[in-house]
């Protein structure tokens, strides 16, 4: 398809971008999708994939009841007053069919739910292949449909505007400027946490406590944010971030800005740089994990593991693990290359490798030891001791953790058709906004807090409603399937 002007360009090829560019080009439209990346995919294919979901039949068959009115309820509770309650009931209400339903048509399958903090039922929804088996699914469809064509190695640098209304886009293709003109315009282009100029302005009472790790997909350079901002768009909570807790420096990065998220870490012990615990491990959210870890002086602290663990952990990275493949000999890499993860033979050698105080370090691990000796059922962070082992077993590791902002969750609002409003609450004509840069969805579906998988989920959801919403604003005809 070769053409100089289309019904919808998308501006963005990750997870919300891809499922608006499909229900725009289902809903009648000739849809161009553009990126800045070589490839489409986005932060969703390096993820978990997980996607929060009320009520669905995968929930069911594993003897689960739940219900969108109970999910609902935990979802306010999380997120506080903040939360857009009508685009989270919208999204909470049609989970099971819109997300669920859809992803597994388009051939996701799905290996097993998992429950997480603030949620009274699992509702993790984890597909076979991580993120990665989601934005395949999601890329196969759209190379499917005729009527969708690629604009990719492009970079948006501007929205183009006539009468007040988006006709298009200013960018920076392969060959140099081009101009990109379109009846709708829909920014799908992230959040802003892989650019450290950016988390500062927004969120400098973050910044101002100590180091801060970059966490967001490798297109989170906030483009969609500076176009908005010139175009007079509503941003709301830019401040809200969402910290992961478990996050190591990566230390390839030449800036030195990047982190890596480091899981499959249970049973690990975290202590602070006196060697004491200060918090319960099982609580790692953004919500319970992250203040923790940030009320530290400074913030920052070690997850002290043994053999048994190392043998086990994984690195949320490209070049550590792929969909569901996992690269054992770079994470053994990782630990014997960084210079903040430490190793030794014996407790008192890793205390001495990180700076801690050795009389602490072996007396929190000890403690940790006794009562898992003695059976007890929880220590005195209240964390279960149920089936952990206790740590003894050479060599020992002490992994350095910083905050690292992962995730937006405020953003543009949007109406419930994912219009970019004014901040009079006035549409911007031709302009509509999904994902990330929307703070999912709406501009604060999450309010301040995020239950696990109310990222990719709603982000699907909100670009299929944007790219509908967006092919019938330029009244194009619905095609017959």
């Known amino acids: 398809m070769k053409m100089n002007r289309y019904d919808v360009l998308i501006i963005g090829a990750g997870a919300a971008g891809i499922a608006a560019a499909l229900e725009a080009a289902r809903a009648g439209a000739e849809v161009l999708v553009v990126d800045s990346a070589e490839q489409p995919g986005g932060t969703a294919a390096t993820s978990g994939g997980g996607v929060f979901i009320a009520g669905s039949s995968f929930q069911a068959q594993h003897g689960i009841h739940d219900s ?19 685009w989270a009931r919208r999204y909470v209400e049609s989970s099971a069919g819109a997300v669920f339903g859809w992803l597994s048509e388009l051939g996701v399958r799905w290996s097993h739910l998992q429950h997480h903090e603030g949620n009274r039922a699992p509702r993790w929804h984890a597909p076979a292949g ?10 196969r469809a759209a190379n499917a449909e005729a009527h969708i064509a690629w604009q990719l190695g492009t970079r948006v640098a501007e929205l183009a505007m006539a009468g007040g209304a ?63 901002e ?6 709301l909570n830019l401040d809200a971030l969402w910290i992961y807790p478990f996050a190591t420096p990566d230390y390839l990065d030449p800036a030195g ?24 491990e099982d609580l790692r959210g953004g919500a319970t994990g992250a203040p923790a870890l940030l009320r530290q002086q400074p913030p920052t602290c070690w ?28 994470l053994e890499t990782l630990l014997a290359e960084s210079p903040f993860i430490a190793r030794g033979a014996t407790l008192a050698e890793l205390a001495d490798a990180t700076g801690l105080d050795r009389a602490a370090l072996s007396a929190t691990v000890a403690e940790h030891n006794r009562r898992i000796a003695l ?26 953790f910083f905050p690292l902002a992962r995730k937006n969750l405020g953003g543009v609002r949007t109406d419930l058709n994912g219009q970019v409003l004014a901040p009079t609450g006035r549409p911007i004509s031709g302009l509509f906004a999904a994902g990330e840069l929307a703070g999912m969805a709406g501009g ?34 619905p095609r017959s399937r």
């Open 68 to 86: 969108p009115e109970q999910a609902i309820e935990d979802w306010l509770a999380w997120g506080g007053p903040d939360v857009d309650e009508e």
């Open 130 to 139: 991580g993120g990665l088996a989601v934005m395949q699914a999601l890329i």
């Open 166 to 228: 988006v006709t298009g886009v200013h960018a920076e293709g392969p060959a140099g400027p081009i101009e990109l003109t379109g009846r709708a315009v829909v920014l799908a282009t992230g959040g802003f946490n892989n650019d450290l100029a950016l988390v500062r302005r927004y969120a400098p009472a973050l910044v101002a406590r100590g180091r801060v790790l970059l966490g967001g997909g490798a297109g989170a350079r906030g483009d969609g944010h500076t176009m908005l």
């Open 230 to 235: 010139r175009v007079g768009a509503q941003l």
């Open 257 to 280: 800005e990047r982190g890596l998220v480091v899981r499959g870490l249970h049973g690990d012990l975290w202590v602070n740089a006196a060697g004491h615990r200060f918090h319960n």
């Open 303 to 330: 997850s002290i593991i043994d053999a048994r663990i190392a043998a086990r952990y994984v690195v949320s990275d490209p070049r550590y693990r792929r969909g569901g493949e996992t690269y054992r000999d770079r």
């Open 375 to 400: 059976g007890e059922q929880h220590d005195s962070f209240g964390r279960a001791l149920r089936g952990l082992q206790p740590l003894t077993e050479p060599p020992f590791f002490a992994i350095q």
């Open 444 to 477: 604060r579906i999450n309010g301040r807090a995020a239950l696990e998988g109310t990222m990719l989920g709603p982000s699907l959801f909100s670009g299929r409603v944007a790219g509908r919403a967006a092919a019938g604003s330029t009244h194009t005809t």
